[in-house]
C-alpha cells in the first residue's frame, strides 16, 4: 500500500460571516464604503464563493443568502423596478430594498466589529491579572498535582499499581476481619449518604475530598459513598474531579445557576 | 477606626467576588467617602510596598488580584486561563450585546449577519451573558443581557466605562 500524498494546506482568512467578507473586499480595494458600486461587490463576492466552491469548502447557508440579495440588489439597478411586490421573505435574514441600506448595516457591522477589538485588549490585559473568584482555587488544587500526571502507564508501573491497590484492598479486609466479598442486596441508605455528603459540603462551603467523607473507612462504608457520590453527581447536585488515575477524588457542590 | 485598612484588606481577601463600596462602608460603620478614602491608601500601600496583590476596581466594587506584572510566573506555578480565548465571532457578538443590551437573538443576528445561537449558548455557560426576561411581541422571544462576570472578565467598572461606538 502506498501511502497517500499529504492534502496541501492553503490557509484562508477566516470570515465571521458575509457582512465580514463584504467588509473585507471593500476593505480590500480601500473603499470608502459609500463609493462602493454594489454591482462590482456583488461581482467580488460571488467570485470568492465561486473559488471557495472549487477548493471544496463548505459555504455556510448564509453567504448563499446574503449572494441571492447582492443580486437581487444588482438586478434592481438594471431593470427599474421590475417586482416590487411579494418578494418579502420573512426567513431572510438580509431584508435589503436598497444597496444603501445594506451599506447601513455594513456600517453598523463595522463599528461593533471594531469594538471587539477593545475587548479583546482588555481581555488579554485582564488574563494576567489572577483571582479568587475565578476559580483559583480549585484550579490550584488540580494543577499542583499536575507534574506527576500521566497520560500511560508502563507495564512495570501498571503491575505496581494494581499491586498497590491489591495491598490497600488486603489491608482493609484485614483491619476490619471482613471477606472482601460485599453483599450488595442488603439495604444501603444511600440517601441517608447522599444527605450527609449535601451537609458537610454546606458546612465546608467548598471543596471536599474524598476520604475525609468517611469515618470508619470500612469497604462497605466506601462503597456506599462512592456510590452516593456518583448519584449525586448525576442528578448534578455535586461535581466530582479528579486528576490523574488512584488520584484523590475532590468533591465540589454543584455550580451555581447563573442569573 | 485605627485598623480600617487592616480590616478592608481582610474584608477583601475573604470576598470571591467584587464588594461595593457601600458594603465594605456598612462593615466598617464609616461613611463611604471615608471607606473609599481608606481603600486608596491600601491601594497605594500595596503598589508602594512591592506586594503581589492589587486592589482592581471591578463591576462595581473592588477586588483583590494579583499582580499583572507576576502573570509570567503565576501561570507557571497555576497554569494559564484554561478555558482559553473567546473567538472573534464570541467577541463581535459580545460587543453588540454589551453596547445594546438587553436585546434578542435575531436582533444580534440582524447585526452580525451570522446566526448565533451556539455562540449566546457559550457565552452564556461561560457566564459572561444572561437570559433578562423575554420581549413583549410576538413570539416574546428571549433578551440576552452581560453579566458581572462580564466586566470582571474584561476588567471594567461599569458599562459607562466601554468607549463610545465610532460613528
Known amino acids: ?259 | 477606626m485605627e485598623n480600617a485598612k487592616a480590616v478592608i484588606e481582610a474584608l477583601l481577601f475573604l470576598a470571591e467576588e467584587p464588594l461595593g463600596l457601600s458594603r465594605i462602608a456598612a462593615g466598617l460603620g464609616l461613611t463611604k467617602e471615608k471607606a473609599q478614602e481608606f481603600i486608596e491608601e491600601l491601594q497605594h500601600d500595596f503598589i508602594e510596598q512591592q506586594r503581589g496583590l492589587r486592589i482592581l476596581e471591578v463591576a462595581g466594587g473592588y477586588q483583590m488580584g494579583s499582580d499583572p506584572a507576576l502573570a509570567p510566573y503565576l501561570e507557571k506555578a497555576v497554569g494559564g486561563e484554561e478555558s482559553g480565548q473567546l473567538s472573534n465571532a464570541a467577541l463581535e457578538t459580545l460587543a453588540i450585546i454589551a453596547y445594546r443590551q438587553p436585546l434578542t437573538r435575531l436582533e444580534i443576528e440582524e447585526i452580525r449577519g451570522v446566526r448565533c445561537e451556539h455562540i449566546l449558548d457559550n457565552l452564556i455557560k461561560r457566564k459572561l451573558i444572561r437570559i433578562s426576561g423575554r420581549k413583549e411581541g410576538p413570539g416574546r422571544p428571549l433578551i440576552y443581557k452581560t453579566t458581572p462576570d462580564f466586566l470582571v472578565y474584561f476588567g471594567l467598572k461599569d458599562l459607562k466605562e466601554l468607549p463610545p461606538l465610532e460613528q
Not at chain 1, 465561486?50 to 447582492?70: G, H, Q, Y
Not at chain 1, 450488595?184 to 441517608?192: K, N, R
Open chain 1, 1 to 259: 500500500m502506498t501511502s497517500r500524498p499529504d492534502p496541501c494546506t492553503i490557509r484562508l482568512p477566516v470570515f465571521e460571516g458575509p457582512f465580514d467578507l463584504l467588509f473585507h473586499l471593500i476593505k480590500k480595494d480601500e473603499l470608502d464604503i459609500w463609493d462602493v458600486s454594489i454591482a462590482a461587490v456583488a461581482e467580488q463576492y460571488l467570485a470568492y464563493l465561486r473559488s471557495m466552491r472549487e477548493l471544496n469548502l463548505d459555504i455556510a447557508s448564509e453567504f448563499l443568502v446574503m449572494a441571492a440579495t447582492l443580486l437581487r440588489l444588482k438586478s434592481k439597478l438594471l431593470l427599474p423596478r421590475p417586482f416590487e411586490a411579494g418578494e418579502e421573505d420573512e426567513e431572510d435574514l438580509f431584508q435589503f430594498k436598497s444597496p444603501e441600506e445594506l451599506f447601513e448595516r455594513l456600517e453598523e457591522y463595522r463599528r461593533f466589529k471594531e469594538a471587539a477589538v477593545f475587548f479583546r485588549e482588555r481581555a488579554e490585559a485582564q488574563s494576567k491579572v489572577y483571582l479568587r473568584s475565578t476559580g483559583g482555587r480549585e484550579k490550584f488544587i488540580l494543577l499542583s498535582g499536575r507534574q506527576q500526571q500521566k497520560t500511560y502507564y508502563t507495564y512495570w508501573e501498571g503491575a505496581h499499581l494494581l499491586g498497590e491497590i491489591m495491598n490497600r484492598f488486603e489491608a482493609l479486609a484485614a483491619a476490619r476481619s471482613m471477606a472482601p466479598a460485599i453483599d450488595l442486596v442488603e439495604d444501603i441508605p444511600i440517601s441517608d449518604r447522599s444527605g450527609y455528603i449535601c451537609a458537610m459540603l454546606d458546612k465546608s462551603g467548598g471543596a471536599l475530598s474524598f476520604s475525609s467523607l468517611l469515618q470508619q473507612k470500612n469497604i462497605r462504608e466506601i462503597l456506599v459513598t462512592f456510590i452516593a457520590l456518583l448519584d449525586l453527581a448525576r442528578r448534578r447536585r455535586v461535581r466530582l474531579l479528579q486528576d490523574r488515575l488512584f488520584g484523590p477524588i475532590l468533591v465540589l457542590p454543584a455550580e451555581k445557576e447563573c442569573g
